[in-house]
C-alpha cells in the first residue's frame, strides 16, 4: 500500500513512496486512465505525478468565457514551448502554450492566446473523421473498435438535434451541451458559407462522419451548472477520486526527472520539485516513486519525448552526445512532431449587432453583470464560448487545380477519396482575435480556421538530462511546400464570406494581407453591405498573392493540437509504441496521451485525447485481469 500520510498534492513521507501504478504527468489522458483504473481495480494504488498545480475548484477552470481571454498568461499553470526562428515564418519562432496543471490542456485551452494566429481547442466539441483512426492501421484501434469507448466519454445533451447514439454517449463524464449563450447570426453564416462554397447546413457536424458542412457547435459545458468540462473534475473530483481514502494518490508540483529501470524493466520515476520560476534549472527534492506494476507517461506531445529521452530512449548518438545512457533504441523519439496550421483576421461588425468585445476588453459592468448570472443560475453569456457555429471544408477540383500539383498529390495520399477528411475548419468568432493586438474599441468578428492535414512536420528533443533546461523544438510550420497555397485559398475562401455577412462593415486591415492601395484586394471600409447574393468576388493578382503568401509567413501559428512525437507504428518505421502503448526494447512501460497518434486528425484534439485515455485504461485493465 501507498503510504496514507502521503496521498495529495506534492508531499512525499520519506525518500521513496510505492505504488502498482505510476504516472508521469496529471494531463488528460492521465486522469481518465487513472479513474477508470481505480473503478475496475479498486485494489490498485495508482500515485500520479503532475509537474503542476492542483485546479480544484479553480474558477477560472470553470468558468467558460474566461477561458477564451488570457486568464492564465504569464502565471505558473502554463508552460511556454518556444520553437526555433524559421525563415519559413519569416524569421519568427512560434509559441506553444502546454497546460501545466491537473487535467493539463482540457484545464486550460484557449486561456493563454499569447502567440499571434493562434488558437486551441476553446471548449469546442468537435470530433474526428472516422477514417482518420482507420488511417493508422491499429488492431483495436480502428474506428468501429473505438466506437464503444467514444460513447463512454460523454453524456451528449444537445437538444435540438436528434442524437445518434451510434456515436455520441448518454452517461459519460464529459458533459457536452449548446452552453449557456448563442450569437443570432447563424442563418447569415449558414446562407454564406452555402454560396461561396456550396457548403450544406448539416444537423451534426461532429458525428465523425461530416467533411463538408456548416452547423451549431455543442460545447464541452455542463448545461446545469455552466462550468467547462475539464478530465481532473469530470474524471477525479465530480466521482469521488483523489480524496482521503481513494486510491488514487496525487503529487503535484512534482517534476519527472526520467523512468528508473531494473535492467530493462521500468522500476519506478525519479522526481524533484517543480520549481518557481521557469529561469530556475535547479534540481531540488530528488526522490524516487517505485512502481510495482506499472510504469505509465502521460507528458503528453512534449513531455513524454522529454522523458523518454531523459530515461536513455531514442537516438543512440543523440543520447550519448548528453552523457545519457542507452536503454533503448528508438530514433522515433520526438522525430515528428505535427499540429495544425492556423490563421486568422478579423472584419468591423455593425454598431447594431452583438459581439462579445466588451467581455474580454474587461468592460467592468458586462463582465458583472455575466458573471452574476454565472453564479446564480450556472448561465448567461459567462457559460458560453463565443463559438456557437463552424464549417468543415473540402476543395473542389477547380480548388485542388489552383492549390498546385503539389499539393494534390498531398491530398491524393491522405485526403481525396475519403468524403469525411475536411481539409480546413474554424468557427465564426463574435469578437476580434488576432493577429494583432486587440483594438480598443468597436464591434468585430473574426474567421479563421485551420490546416487540418499539412504535410509539414517540426520535431521535438532535449537538450539536457536536466529536466528543467528548455527543450529543442521546431513546429515545422510551412516547411512543406503543400501547405502554403492552401492558406491563400483558405484566406480568400474566408474572406468572401465575411463580404456575405449583413453584419460586415469591412475589413479590419492590420490583421489582413498588407495589399496594394490601387489593388483590387485592398482592404475597405464600409457603412452597409449589399445582399449576400448580389456581392461580387474579388479577383486576386499575382501581387495580391505574394502579398497573402507574406501575411501567411507572418502569422500563421500552431493550433496548439501537438501530436505524434511517439508514434504508434511498427518499430521499423520509427514507432515508439506498439498497439498495446508499450515502449517498444523494455517492459512494464507504456505511453499513452496525443504524442502517440501515428498520424494527424481533422479535429481539436481534447477529444482523441479523451478517446486514448479510455482505450489505454480499456489495455491496461484487461492485462492486468489477465495476468
Known amino acids: 500500500m501507498v503510504d496514507q500520510q502521503a496521498p495529495m498534492n506534492g508531499s512525499l513521507p520519506s525518500e521513496v513512496v510505492e505504488g502498482d501504478v505510476v504516472i508521469a504527468g496529471g494531463g488528460t489522458t492521465a486522469c481518465v486512465i487513472a479513474a477508470r483504473l481505480a473503478e475496475a481495480l479498486p485494489d490498485l494504488q495508482i500515485i500520479i505525478v503532475e509537474s503542476g498545480a492542483d485546479n480544484r475548484n479553480d474558477e477560472r477552470v470553470l468558468r467558460p468565457l474566461d477561458g477564451m481571454f488570457r486568464v492564465y498568461e504569464g502565471a505558473s499553470e502554463v508552460r511556454y514551448i518556444q520553437s ?49 483512426f482507420d488511417d493508422w492501421q491499429q488492431p483495436g484501434w480502428t474506428f ?43 442563418e447569415d453564416y449558414f446562407r454564406a458559407m452555402k454560396l461561396v462554397k456550396n457548403v450544406p447546413r448539416v444537423e451534426d457536424i461532429a458525428d465523425y462522419k461530416t467533411g463538408h458542412g456548416c452547423s451549431f457547435l455543442a460545447k464541452l459545458i455542463d448545461p446545469k451548472t455552466g462550468h467547462r468540462a475539464n478530465a481532473a473534475h469530470s474524471y477525479l473530483y465530480d466521482r469521488g477520486h483523489a480524496s482521503t481514502g481513494s486510491n488514487i494518490h496525487i503529487l503535484t508540483r512534482k517534476t519527472v526527472v526520467r523512468v528508473t529501470f531494473d535492467n530493462t524493466r521500468a522500476s519506478g520515476l525519479e522526481v524533484c520539485d517543480t520549481p518557481r520560476s521557469p529561469l530556475d534549472e535547479a534540481i531540488s527534492g530528488l526522490q524516487v516513486v517505485k512502481a510495482r506494476k506499472l510504469v505509465l507517461v502521460c507528458g503528453g506531445a512534449f513531455g513524454s519525448p522529454a522523458i523518454l529521452e531523459r530515461s536513455g530512449i531514442g537516438e543512440r548518438g543523440f543520447l550519448q552526445g548528453l552523457g545519457i545512457d542507452m536503454v533503448s533504441y528508438l530514433p522515433g523519439v520526438g522525430k515528428e512532431y505535427q499540429d495544425h496550421e492556423l490563421t486568422i483576421c478579423s472584419y468591423h461588425a455593425a454598431e447594431d449587432i452583438e459581439t462579445l468585445d466588451e467581455y474580454p476588453r474587461g468592460n467592468a459592468e458586462v463582465k458583472a453583470a455575466a458573471d452574476a448570472e454565472f453564479r446564480r443560475t450556472g448561465g448567461g453569456l459567462a457559460a458560453s464560448n463565443g463559438f456557437d457555429f463552424a464549417f468543415k471544408v473540402r476543395p473542389t477540383a477547380a480548388d485542388i487545380q489552383e492549390m498546385g500539383p503539389i499539393f494534390e498529390n498531398h491530398w491524393k495520399e491522405v485526403g481525396l477519396l475519403k468524403p469525411d477528411k475536411p481539409l480546413y475548419s474554424g468557427p465564426l468568432v463574435p469578437y476580434f482575435m488576432g493577429p494583432t493586438p486587440r483594438p480598443a474599441s468597436g464591434r468585430y468578428f473574426s ?42 485559398w483558405a484566406y480568400k475562401m474566408l474572406r468572401e464570406v465575411a463580404r456575405r455577412l449583413p453584419m460586415y462593415r469591412g475589413e479590419y486591415a492590420p490583421s489582413h494581407p498588407n495589399f496594394a492601395p490601387d489593388s483590387n484586394a485592398a482592404c475597405v471600409s464600409v457603412t452597409h453591405n449589399a445582399p449576400p447574393d448580389e456581392v461580387q468576388s474579388l479577383s486576386y493578382s499575382n501581387a495580391d498573392d505574394a502579398a497573402i503568401e507574406r501575411w501567411v509567413r507572418k502569422t500563421v501559428g500552431t493550433a496548439y493540437h501537438s501530436m505524434s512525437t511517439c508514434p504508434m507504428r511498427p518499430r521499423e518505421e520509427d514507432g515508439v509504441v506498439d498497439g498495446h502503448l508499450n515502449v517498444y526494447g523494455v517492459q512494464g512501460l507504456k505511453v499513452a496521451d496525443l504524442s502517440i497518434c501515428p498520424s494527424n486528425l481533422g479535429t481539436n484534439t481534447t477529444t482523441v485525447a479523451l478517446i486514448i485515455g479510455e482505450k489505454a485504461a480499456q489495455i491496461i485493465i484487461e492485462e492486468m485481469r489477465g495476468a
Not at 484545464?107 to 470530433?127: E, H, K, L, P
Not at 445533451?157 to 454517449?169: E, F, L, P, Q
Request: proline share 8%; glycine share 10%.
Open 84 to 132: 526555433t526562428p524559421s525563415d519559413h515564418l519569416d524569421g519568427r519562432g512560434p509559441v506553444v502554450p502546454v497546460g501545466n496543471i491537473l487535467g493539463g490542456s482540457s484545464s486550460i485551452n484557449f486561456m493563454v492566446r499569447r502567440c499571434a494566429g493562434a488558437v486551441t481547442d476553446m471548449q469546442m466539441y468537435n470530433n474526428a473523421s472516422g477514417s482518420d
Open 144 to 186: 468501429e473498435e473505438l466506437k464503444p469507448v467514444i460513447r463512454k466519454i460523454e453524456t451528449y445533451t444537445v437538444a435540438d438535434i436528434n442524437r445518434d447514439d451510434d456515436v455520441h454517449g448518454s452517461d459519460g463524464p464529459i458533459p457536452v451541451s449548446r452552453g449557456g449563450h448563442r450569437v443570432p447570426y447563424a
Open 447 to 488: 474567421l479563421g480556421a485551420f490546416l487540418n492535414y499539412p504535410a509539414s512536420r517540426g520535431s521535438v528533443h532535449i537538450t539536457s538530462a536536466n529536466p528543467h533546461v528548455s527543450l529543442r523544438f521546431d513546429a515545422g510550420l510551412l516547411t512543406h511546400p503543400a501547405d502554403l497555397p492552401v492558406h491563400v
